[in-house]
């Protein structure tokens, strides 16, 4: 049962605090951040329970086990974050909640439990896209505020957006089949490297050498900056069958074989995005990568280099930012606040919901994840 958990380094006496609820997933989360009339952020807890001990031997997250463990646990992590926070509930002025994307059981469970502290403790109340949590979590770690061409890659999306501004984002590309997230989750699944996959993948490529085995670079040169990483995978799995019995170096090689088909074929939509995405943004150069698959070195690596030859500057928050918390949903919730864009009782939560919903389905889209 792995808990991380910060506390405040001070506890401002001013600006807005809002107390942030992620079960969208298998994470359970709880924060507390806080934000100063002029825009500056500040986490004055932060409290992530994964539920990795509960799905690892189903080798994925079964849904009907995550909301039972959400429903088990929510309520001791909510009391942590805000005893962390040094803070009341009574000193909150506004609970913030994963409304969707995601899995039903789970997001009901958070919305729950936000509307019941809303309505006993009189706070604000704000439905969070999880997926706008991900994509502000800049203006929180660097005060960054858009603006920015942003790459969302998570467990159950891959997508290039503009985000105009809070609340308006126009999507460039996305995944015509697999996320990003889920392909190095099914690449760690069949080398037999564990769930979560992708940190496992990270590890396991560090002593491999790509190039050994040949994997594709999917959908390089295309002129919409869409991704696919379903062959990607099949690839892996037949390289890997014609191998059979593995020995480590062997999935270490195609670790880091995997890793840098990725990077190339990440690296060249990014940079058809940036180059769509130039005369919207002006002079507002900034590439901002986020979600679970944010975490990994190789990519950002590769990123920093695609950035700074495209002329847009680099900003990925901390790993622990990156992959599911419950800060990036208090501070989405802190920005709609200073807005005035608040919800009621009675919102409902959204298994899918789209940043953008006048994109059409990218070609090929032949299912959504429930991660987010
Ligand atoms: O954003 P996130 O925590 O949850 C979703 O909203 O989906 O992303 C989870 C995804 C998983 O697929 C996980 O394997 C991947 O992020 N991930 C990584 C790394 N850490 C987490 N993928 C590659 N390298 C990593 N270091
Ligand atoms: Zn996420």
Redesign the pocket.
């Known amino acids: 049962m792995p808990i991380a958990s910060t506390g405040p380094a001070r506890n401002p006496r001013n600006g807005t605090r809002v107390l942030g609820i992620e079960t969208s ?1 298998d994470e359970t989360a709880a924060a507390v951040v806080t934000r100063s009339s002029d825009a500056k952020g500040e986490i004055l807890a932060n409290v992530v329970r994964a539920q990795w001990e509960e799905h690892r031997r189903y080798g994925g997250v079964v849904p009907e086990l995550a909301a039972r463990a959400h429903v088990e646990c929510l309520d001791d992590i909510i009391a942590e974050a805000i005893s962390r926070a040094g803070l009341s509930f009574a000193e909150l002025d506004a609970v913030a909640v994963t409304a969707g994307p995601g899995l039903i059981g789970g997001l009901l469970v958070g919305a729950m439990t936000a509307k019941a502290i809303a309505a006993v403790h009189r706070l604000g109340l704000i439905a969070v896209n ?1 997926l706008e949590a ?1 994509a502000l979590t800049v203006g929180l770690t660097e005060g960054l505020s858009p603006p920015y061409l942003l790459l969302l890659i ?3 999306h891959t997508q290039l957006l503009i985000v105009h501004e809070v609340g308006r984002y126009r999507r460039l590309g996305s995944t015509i089949d697999d996320a990003l ?2 392909a ?2 099914k690449t760690a699944k069949l080398l037999g490297l564990g769930f ?4 496992a ?2 590890q396991a490529a560090a002593t491999g050498r790509p190039g050994r085995f040949r994997l594709p670079r999917p959908m390089l040169g295309r002129a919409e900056p869409h991704f696919s990483f379903a062959g990607l995978k099949t690839a892996v799995r037949q390289q890997a069958r014609a191998r059979v019995p593995l020995a480590e170096q062997d999935i270490a090689d195609l670790c880091a074989e995997f890793q840098a088909a990725v990077a190339d074929s990440v690296v060249d939509r990014v940079e058809r995005a940036m180059v769509l995405a130039a005369p919207v943004l002006k002079g507002a150069r900034h590439l901002v990568v986020a ?3 944010a ?2 070195a190789r990519l950002r690596q590769s990123l920093a280099a695609t950035a700074a030859r495209g002329g847009y500057r680099l900003h990925v928050p901390p790993p622990a930012l990156c ?2 918390n419950a800060a990036m949903v208090a501070w989405a919730g802190a920005e709609r606040l200073a807005r005035g864009l608040t919800d009621d009782l009675q919102f409902e939560v959204r298994t899918r919901w789209p940043l953008d919903p006048s994109a059409p389905p990218a070609l090929g889209a032949g299912k959504q994840g429930a ?2």
């Open positions: 997933c999880h991900h998570s467990g159950g997230g889920e190095f989750d979560p996959g992708g940190a993948v990270e979600g679970g698959v975490a990994n992959t599911d991660k987010a």
